[in-house]
């Protein structure tokens, strides 16, 4: 079996409580590794987890300095993550 998680709402959270979009990005993917992947991982019958993080529509409707900030947030945890979810 195989799971698509699609984290949605990064942008309008940070606006919402005026917090830096790179900080809500890096409770995103703290939510992610620390709540989200270990149950899933755990469940044997769970071969794959994918995690959709950019469309085409998030490349066109973004800033430069969003996408900037995603993908140094990627660089940071990508590894953690794999790391932490290997059997």
Not at 30 to 53: N, Q
Request: glycine share 2%; aromatic share 8%; net charge neutral.
């Amino acid at each position: 079996m195989q799971i698509f998680y699609i984290p949605d709402g990064h942008r309008r959270y940070a606006v919402r409580t005026k917090t830096e979009l790179s900080a809500v990005y890096e409770l995103g993917f703290r939510t992610l590794r620390d709540e989200i992947v270990p149950p899933i991982c755990a469940d044997m019958r769970i071969e794959r987890l994918c995690v959709f993080l950019l469309s085409r529509l998030n490349l066109q409707r973004r800033s430069t300095d969003d996408l900037k900030e995603l993908l140094a947030a990627l660089e940071k945890f990508t590894p953690m993550m794999v790391d932490e979810s290997a059997p």
